[in-house]
């Protein structure tokens, strides 16, 4: 049967909601599954970046439905920094719910900054945060299947 009539659907235009999903196995470390959702699942971005005027201009831009900018264009690093710092930042999308589920026999542990342990759950857990804004996640636990939700 084919997907109805306006498929797929617009993205609501006062409310942004990130789609990630991502299931996968475990090893020791956290670097193995670290996932930023900014750029891990394609289509979970659901923000469009606004165009990048350069100073002094006066040509008109035109905006579009709702954009919403998830970072600084390339051309605004700061040149004024010094040498290591005039990177511009990574983009960033921040989820607000979260669910991470342990699949696997063993002990799952997820941490939202690759190092220190900020989760753990048993053998067929799973957890749901609710108003948890993070952008990004790394699990780790040997051979344990996962999965993680975020919107």
Known sequence: MP?????????????????????????????????????????AN????????????????????????TGQNMNDANLLAAPGAQEVPKAMIWCQTMRVCNDGSGVLEFSFDGTNVHGQLKAGESVIYRVRFEAGIALRGNGNAFRVEAW
């Open 3 to 43: 997907l109805p009539a306006g498929w797929p659907p617009r993205p609501a235009t006062d409310r942004r909601s990130i789609r990630f999903f991502k299931a996968g196995t475990g090893t020791a470390d956290f670097a193995d599954n670290a996932y930023l959702f900014s750029d891990s699942v394609t289509g």
């Open 46 to 69: 659901t923000f469009v970046p606004l165009p990048y005027v350069q100073a002094g201009s006066n040509t008109p831009v035109t905006l579009g439905g709702n954009p919403s900018g």
